[in-house]
Every structure is written in structure tokens, then in C-alpha cells.
């Protein structure tokens, strides 16, 4: 991802300490959600601002070395805690059609959200309480795309009882800077 080189290892032993400690995660008591140190949260917050920003940088700001941060970002890619993708405009880049899209089952809520989750179109799926247990954001070429997922592959799924569709008409706002707690 970032092309800068290696640092030497650090002389200083806040370095070394935290790569023993797991890089500044470790599973907590509770059953596997990764508990994050306050460097990790910094880190975070850090590529949540600017997701190209270099290592060297991010270290200075938390007080690590580039190496140390390195292995903090890692660590926290290989947890599942983060991602550093590029965000689109989806109109940009050819899919002229997105929607939300509202989906109630009958039995395992889990095994129609899997197999939703499967689907290439389904960019967010979420288990939810209220009108809905799923909701669905996909995204598609263009309305024939949107009708042949939602028509023949979502309402196709086992278990999916209804489906309503929200169809965005435009995209005010993307951000994914909510921060860190």
C-alpha cells in the first residue's frame, strides 16, 4: 500500500513493547472483538482522514515509529477491525442505479443475510430491528441490473418472505469519518 521505505527499528522501547503486545490489539474477555489501545484509535483516526497518508506521518502524530505503525495498521487489517479502500462515486464509475433495499424473512434471519452477503451487488448488508431484518444496499448498472437482482436473485433467496426498494435518485453524502471510541 504505501511504497516508502523501511525504517531502521526504533531505539525507542514503547516500540518494541508494543509489537509484544500485540501491536496495540488484543482479544478482549468478551469473545473475540479485537479491545484497541488508544495508539490503534489514534492510528484509526488517522487513515479514517486520509486513507493514503504515509506511515512516517501517522507516527509522528501518534508518537510511534513508521515500523511500529506499520505493524499496527497490519495487525488491524488482519483483525477485520479496518479496510483502506478507495471510495467512489458509483455514477463515476458506471453504475448508474442504486438502492436500499428492505427485506423481511421468514426462519434464519443469518443464512438469508449470507447468502445476500454472497451476491456481488449487495455492497451492505445489515440485520436489523424494526419494519425490516434486512436491509440491502445494492449497487447495479442500471434499472434492468436492479430488477434482475431484486426479481430473480434476492426474492429467490430461501427464507426472503418481501422485499421494498428505496432507489437513491442522488448521492448527497458518503463519508466513513465517524471516528473512533
Not at 516508502?4 to 482479544?27: K, L, M, N, Q, Y
Not at 483502506?84 to 427485506?103: S, Y
Request: hydrophobic residues 40%; glycine residues 8%.
Amino acid at each position: 500500500m504505501h511504497s516508502e521505505p523501511v525504517a531502521s527499528r526504533s531505539a525507542d522501547p514503547r516500540d518494541s513493547r508494543d509489537i509484544r503486545e500485540s501491536r496495540g490489539t488484543r482479544e478482549s474477555k468478551n469473545g473475540g472483538t479485537p479491545h484497541l489501545d488508544a495508539v490503534s484509535l489514534a492510528i484509526i483516526e488517522q487513515l479514517q482522514e486520509d486513507g493514503r497518508r504515509p506511515y512516517a506521518a501517522i507516527g509522528k502524530a501518534v508518537g510511534l515509529s513508521e515500523a511500529a505503525v506499520r505493524q499496527r495498521v497490519q495487525k488491524l487489517l488482519d483483525q477485520g477491525v479496518m479496510q483502506i479502500v478507495a471510495v467512489t462515486d458509483p455514477l463515476t464509475v458506471g453504475f448508474r442505479r442504486q438502492a436500499m433495499v428492505g427485506v423481511n424473512v421468514e426462519g434464519d434471519v443469518e443464512s438469508v443475510a449470507d447468502a445476500l452477503s454472497a451476491m456481488g451487488e449487495c455492497e451492505y448488508v445489515v440485520m436489523t430491528a424494526g419494519s425490516f431484518d434486512l436491509m440491502v444496499e445494492i449497487v447495479c448498472e442500471d434499472d434492468d441490473h436492479l430488477l434482475e437482482v431484486i426479481n430473480r436473485r434476492i426474492r429467490a433467496v430461501p427464507g426472503v418472505r418481501s422485499t421494498e426498494s428505496f432507489v437513491y435518485l442522488k448521492l448527497k453524502k458518503q463519508t466513513y469519518m465517524w471516528g473512533t471510541r
